[in-house]
């Protein structure tokens, strides 16, 4: 069973095909490509940077598929198997995504795993890759009882895009996915269904009026997996100038957030995803009583 050449897009039948592997192999929660629509969006309709796999004997594959996606300066992999298909399988369609990346020019590759076990372990080292970071999903009900009086106003695009790129790229200098990001970066972003800049708050200087931080969030569709009524609201990125650092602005930054989410968009829960070696980020959100709700491991290497 070999995997299939890249693929740039998937047709409706292969779509149906992942879907149901989806289905067949793992509860909707436990799985990125699950949970996030954006995912199936991008491999359905194609885009820059993007090459799909699907390993099987059917027409359409269908036993095991692999996406590689660009994500700012590095690129992940998301891979999914029916159990009954070989370890051989999984690392072929690693080494495949791994071609693809080697012929865009390399880069640092991410292969996503929720919740590892041996078999992970033994195909991501068969194919070359070390264990890396450890992003955290954390959740927390809403509203939150505390309140902020932090002046923010929504990002006005065409107006703001220089100036949140700056203090972005000066917060995340060495952030994996959210460091060196470009107006073509933010625009793919603003492009995607989801973007609202309602909900992309930024609080400048009251003085100068540089901007000083920034609380962007992003409201996921509901999903089969979640609790009837659920309706989660994400903190998708968040910064903090570091020279206005330590200062509370991130606290305050995340209750804006959380207080938009709530009224505006009727969030029953507010989530995000925070890496767990991020120590100022993990106290400040454990400090507004988000907990743990599941935790993804990245096996990782450098084409
Ligand atoms: C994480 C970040 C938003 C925090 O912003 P901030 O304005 O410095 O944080 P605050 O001053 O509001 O601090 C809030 C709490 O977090 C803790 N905290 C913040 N940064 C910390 C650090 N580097 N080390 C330890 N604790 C830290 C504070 O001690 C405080 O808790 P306490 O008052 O109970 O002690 C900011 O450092 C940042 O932009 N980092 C880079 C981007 C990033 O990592 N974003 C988060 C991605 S998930």
Redesign the pocket.
């Known amino acids: 069973m070999r995997p299939t050449e890249p693929l740039r897009r998937l047709t409706d039948d292969q779509v149906g095909a992942v879907v149901a592997l989806l289905d067949a192999t793992l509860p909707a929660e436990a799985h990125r490509l699950a949970v996030d629509p954006q995912w199936m969006d991008i491999a359905r309709h194609g885009r820059r940077r993007y090459a799909g796999f699907l390993a099987g004997d059917g027409d359409d594959g269908g036993e095991a598929y692999a996406q590689l996606t660009r994500q700012g300066s590095s690129w992940a992999i998301e891979l999914v198997r029916l159990p009954e298909v070989g370890e051989a399988v999984a690392i072929d369609l690693l080494r495949s995504a791994l071609d693809v990346v080697a012929d865009e020019g390399g880069g640092a590759v991410h292969w996503w795993v929720h919740q590892p076990t041996d078999g992970h372990v033994r195909v991501a080292e068969a194919a070359g890759f070390s264990p890396g970071r450890e992003l955290r999903q954390l959740r927390r009900p809403l509203p939150v009882a505390e309140t902020t009086e932090l002046v923010v106003h929504p990002f006005e695009p065409g107006v703001d895009d220089e100036a949140w790129l700056a203090l972005n790229n000066r917060?995340?200098a060495t952030?994996p996915d959210q460091a060196d990001w470009t107006l073509a970066t933010l625009a793919d972003r603003m492009a995607e269904p989801w973007f609202d800049a309602a909900g992309f708050l930024l609080h400048p200087d009251r003085t100068s009026g540089r901007l000083l931080?920034f609380c962007w969030t992003k409201v996921h569709p509901p999903s089969a997996a979640d609790v009837d009524g659920m309706i989660l609201g994400e903190i998708y990125?968040?910064?903090?100038d570091p020279d206005?650092?330590?200062?509370?602005?991130?606290?305050?930054?995340v209750l804006a957030g959380l207080d938009h989410l709530h009224r505006a968009s009727a969030a029953t829960h507010g989530m995000?995803?925070?890496?767990a070696d991020?120590?100022?980020?993990v106290?400040?959100y454990d400090?507004l009583g988000f907990t743990i709700h599941h935790t993804d491991q990245a096996y990782q290497t450098v084409i």
Do not use: M, S
């Open positions: 917060a995340f952030h931080g990125v968040i910064g903090v206005a650092g330590g200062r509370g602005l991130g606290r305050d930054l995000l995803y925070v890496d991020n120590e100022g980020a106290r400040l400090r």
